[in-house]
Nanobody, 123 residues
Framework: QVLVEESGGGLVPAGGSLRLSCKAF????????LGWFRQAPGKGRESVAL???????IYADSVKGRFTISRDNAKNTVYLQMNSLRPEDTAVYYC?????????????????WGQGTQVTVSS
């Protein structure tokens, strides 16, 4: 069973930065595509940043140029560096994994959902 544990959320002012981390267990980490997703109150879950086995990345238009996803296979960990944060980035952030050579873009294709980590950006 794949399990993930997210950390690094918090309360920051607009324009600030946070680095989220997600450690995964119960899998051969390097074989998986990884993703960061978020869900704001009253809204659906959306993809934020995705990374393939070969470090190819895909970003939501709303975060391009501000967020960076990276992975460390030796540590079974995926990161999300978030800069120039905006109030509209406020959400619970989740990471998840998908056993795939390509990058699935639908969150329903991912597994191992954790509890998430809350990110709140004040205006």
């Amino acid at each position: 069973q794949v399990l993930v544990e997210e950390s690094g959320g918090g309360l920051v002012p607009a324009g600030g930065s946070l680095r989220l981390s997600c450690k995964a267990f119960g899998l051969t980490f390097s074989d998986y595509a990884l993703g960061w997703f978020r869900q704001a109150p009253g809204k659906g879950r959306e993809s934020v940043a995705l990374i393939s086995r070969t470090h190819t990345t895909i970003y939501a238009d709303s975060v391009k140029g501000r967020f960076t996803i990276s992975r460390d296979n030796a540590k079974n960990t995926v990161y999300l560096q978030m800069n120039s944060l905006r109030p509209e980035d406020t959400a619970v952030y989740y990471c998840a994994v998908c056993y795939s050579e390509v990058i699935p873009t639908k969150w329903t294709e991912y597994e191992g959902w954790g509890q998430g980590t809350q990110v709140t950006v004040s205006s």
